[in-house]
């Protein structure tokens, strides 16, 4: 907060605060102003272990979210994210496994019912348009969850994300057709990322030779494996070209990337991985509330869209470390209906997950030992 002075001429309602209050309206899915200030001043007396004293008025939230700057939740996002997952685009170069390297990237486009950002597609009949936020998103394929998070309004061209992406040495970029760009390209085979992608619709495509198939390449559906350039004179990348052919639908695709040494087997499997992002895309619009927003300013909408991502990654740790009896990993669904419907009860949730019954046995009176849930998000 003091970075960022998000507390600059507050007297009650604080950066913390507000930060405890958007992520219960993720954890509770609440669609309105009125009904998550109503649902926790319901809930008042059970608040102490989140960190609210006093629940905030509607016009106090209301004038947060216009007010304090979405920065602050999107550089909170990039701490928590160093400080459970240890890796970040800026990590130093070192020796890992191919899994550990492998960053897949693209957007997803958020509808709103305002035009408060200008949205994507066409336009109505009665000559207006939707508006739109759109997220901008860097995942390592190993964690699950974003690294690196780009919020613009809903028309802002995909490929502006390219520079901004800053990996160790030895990184994989898996990515879909959509960010083609032959400048870019070249960069990061200078900067020792390696990349993955499909062929554009189109692209001007010259062979320079063609590589060898073995027998179990073709049998697993491998067509023909090149080394071409992509473009023209004045704007071209040298590439190799990978003809696979889908063995359950038939279907060919045409996969290119800068790696010339992989298996022609391997550069099919590492842009199927690129699908992981749109589950993780899925899973927040499905769980957290982006349908309706809290406000109309750009400024909220970010905001919320932020919590929804760190509400998201809270629950990856939660998953991860929580295991019932026997070892049992909780899903990602069940963990979410749980916290939702246990988060202003007085028990501790990673000892719930690992023994429901024992804890409900051990609740007792609410004026026993209360857990402090927040442990979660601002201790190291």
Known sequence: PKKYDTDRYCKSFFTKDHVVTMLANSFMRCSSLQELISGLQ????????????????????????ARRTESFFGALFLSLH???????????????????RVYIFDSTTITL?????????????????????????LMREEDDVPCFIDLTEGK???????????????????????????KQWRIWAKEGYWWVTRLKDGAL?????????????????VVCDQLVRLGDDKNNVQARLVHYCDPKTGKVFEFITNNKTWAPTTVARLYKQRWDIELLFKRVKQNYPLRHFLGDS?????????????????????QRN??????RKWAFANIAGLVRIHLNNYIDLMGFLRDPKRALLNYGSPDHDRPNQLQLLFSG
């Open 42 to 65: 319901a809930n008042a007396h059970r608040l102490q272990h989140l960190g609210l004293v006093n629940t905030p008025r509607k016009s106090t939230l209301a004038d947060a979210n």
């Open 82 to 100: 160093l400080t459970y997952f240890r890796s970040s685009p800026d990590s130093p170069p070192r020796k890992r496994r191919m899994k550990e």
């Open 113 to 137: 019912f305002s035009d408060v950002l200008h949205g994507t597609g066409r336009y109505a009949l009665n000559g207006k348009k939707k508006g739109g936020a759109k997220a901008h998103v």
């Open 156 to 182: 802002k061209h995909d490929q502006h994300i390219l520079p901004m992406i800053k990996l160790p040495k030895g990184s994989i970029l898996v990515f879909d057709m959509g960010y083609a760009s032959y």
């Open 205 to 221: 495509v010259v062979v320079l030779k063609e590589l060898p198939v073995t027998a179990a390449q073709s049998r697993a559906g």
């Open 298 to 318: 750009a400024n909220a909408i970010k905001i919320q869209i932020w919590c929804a991502f760190i509400a998201d990654l809270l629950l990856q740790v939660v």
């Open 322 to 327: 929580a295991k019932g009896k026997g070892g």
